[in-house]
């Protein structure tokens, strides 16, 4: 069985620093591209940032270049980090990590086939 399960959330004032981790299982990842995704309440759910397979290139989601950065570890089951840096009230939202085939520019993966979804973990950044 699939499973993404991310932590790492919580509340930090502007400015401040989070990381996020997401542990894939269920099957063999090291092959896929992951991915954040954030949707803030009342708003449509946008990509962040994204990791190829492979070299591991990058690709950021204009809102957060410079701030946030992207990582992964394939050792065992893969782990997909997101740190967020310089924190703004403005990234509050839930951030859910995905998994899929391949890392778009923009920072989001393309969700065609042979995807999956966690379950989300809230990130509140207060003023």
């Known amino acids: 069985q699939v499973q993404l399960v991310e932590s790492g959330g919580g509340l930090v004032q502007a400015g401040g620093s989070l990381r996020l981790s997401c542990a894939a299982s269920g099957r063999t990842f090291s092959s896929y591209a992951m991915g954040w995704y954030r949707q803030a309440p009342g708003k449509e759910r946008e990509g962040v940032s994204c990791i190829s397979s492979g070299h591991g290139s990058t690709n950021f989601a204009n809102a957060v270049k410079g701030r946030f950065t992207i990582s992964r570890d394939n050792t065992k089951n893969t782990v997909v980090y997101l740190q967020m840096n310089s924190l703004k009230p403005e990234d509050t939202a839930v951030y859910s990590c995905?998994?899929?085939?391949?890392?778009?520019?923009?920072?989001?993966?393309?969700?065609?086939?042979?995807?999956?979804w966690g379950q989300g973990t809230q990130v509140t950044v207060s003023a």
């Open positions: 995905a998994t899929a085939l391949r890392c778009l520019s923009n920072g989001e993966l393309e969700l065609l086939e042979d995807y999956y």
